[in-house]
């Protein structure tokens, strides 16, 4: 017996070296790059406004304790705030700011779910069209949006349901709290969290075979995601044996890319940083402190965004590879997958059960 996920290892090496190397073209590399950057999501920092006020030693004065503590607290720090007493100001300010936070969210996470089917569909014709392919698939991302969403609130819902029995314990001790009540209570969620966790990385690995389903057969992503659970029904065994895989194949590249990018920061970090010296000394022959230094602030940020880009290009091979290792395998495992990938091998080549294999 063939165990399809083993069998893609070897062709997802050879559909990156393809694609990739086969000829190298630095443009498509950025493509890509870019693409995974919205896939994989990035952090961003929310910081408010400042204001000149500080703790002083009287305000210590205005904080007892009892059950009073937070409000009274809060209440004479914004009377600092404002003075006048009307805090709406201060109010709608944080309702907006969650408010805008709430819709960047949504926004990057469009674009993620719009990107999937981007990835999927540059990888399989061996052409980088972003926005291109963007526009073509912004239906199927909306509709990939909703149901991840969907699915979020499920999980929330149900490590809701999961904590009620610890909410319950601490309101109804909250005289008198019992730590073993409080650790089995703490134990409890996380293990809700550890099993929830990994009932969404299945779905979520399920939803990933599904979405080129639903490009190459035409079909909505909930439709795609039925034939793909019902063809589980059939041939879990391959499933197991291709998670297995990806979580051996995940470590390793972990593990790599880790040692890389820290040769990469290090590198790049020491010449970045001798440049920086020279450009100092020479501000300074000039200039003063603290002028030097914001003549020195944009080289700075031209010197991150190289490495940031730099580590991002290095990435490239790696999503690449895992992403033709999953289309190798849902080409084998699943009947009439029908993906067209962009060099088809002659009639009579067969690959497992389900047709032509994919000659990268």
Do not use: C
């Amino acid at each position: 017996m063939s165990w399809y996920g083993i069998d893609a290892v070897d062709r997802a090496v050879s559909g990156t070296r393809r694609t990739l190397f086969e000829p190298f073209d630095f443009w498509k590399w950025v493509k890509l790059a870019i693409i995974i950057f919205f896939l994989g999501g990035s952090g961003y920092n929310y910081g408010g406004s400042g204001n000149n006020y500080r703790m002083n030693p009287e305000d210590l004065q205005n904080i007892s304790l009892g059950p009073d503590l937070i409000p009274r607290y809060i209440s004479h720090n914004i009377e600092n705030i404002y003075p006048s007493g009307d805090s709406s100001a201060l109010f709608g300010l944080l309702i907006a700011l969650v408010a805008g936070l709430i819709l960047l969210i949504l926004l990057f996470s469009y674009i993620s779910s719009v990107m999937e089917f981007v990835f999927v569909e540059s990888l399989v014709k061996n052409d980088v069209k972003f926005w291109a392919y963007s526009r073509k698939f912004l239906g199927k991302g909306f509709n990939l949006l909703l149901v991840r969403l969907a699915l979020g609130l499920i999980f929330l819902l149900l490590l809701g349901i999961a904590a009620l029995p610890f909410i319950f314990s601490i309101i109804k001790a909250s005289s008198d709290p019992s730590w073993p009540v409080l650790l089995g209570g703490i134990f409890w969620i996380l293990g809700a969290i550890v099993v929830l966790s990994l009932f969404g990385a299945i779905i979520n690995s399920l939803i990933s075979l599904a979405i080129p389903i639903s490009i190459y057969r035409e079909l909505g992503i909930l439709s795609a995601l039925r034939l793909i659970f019902a063809n589980f029904r059939k041939s879990w065994q391959q499933v197991l044996v291709y998670w297995v895989v990806r979580f051996v194949l995940g470590i390793g590249i972990a593990i790599f890319l880790f040692i890389l990018f820290l040769v990469t920061l290090l590198a790049l970090g020491l010449a970045f940083l001798i440049i920086d010296g020279i450009l100092y000394f020479f501000f300074s022959a000039f200039t003063s402190d603290p002028w030097n230094w914001i003549l020195l602030a944009p080289f700075i940020l031209i010197e991150l965004l190289l490495l940031f880009g730099t580590l991002l290009l290095l990435s490239v091979p790696f999503a690449v590879f895992i992403k033709y290792h999953l289309l190798s395998f849902l080409k084998a495992w699943f009947a009439g997958a029908d993906i067209p990938f962009f060099d088809v091998p002659a009639p009579g080549t067969e690959m497992g059960v389900s047709g032509p294999e994919p000659n990268f």
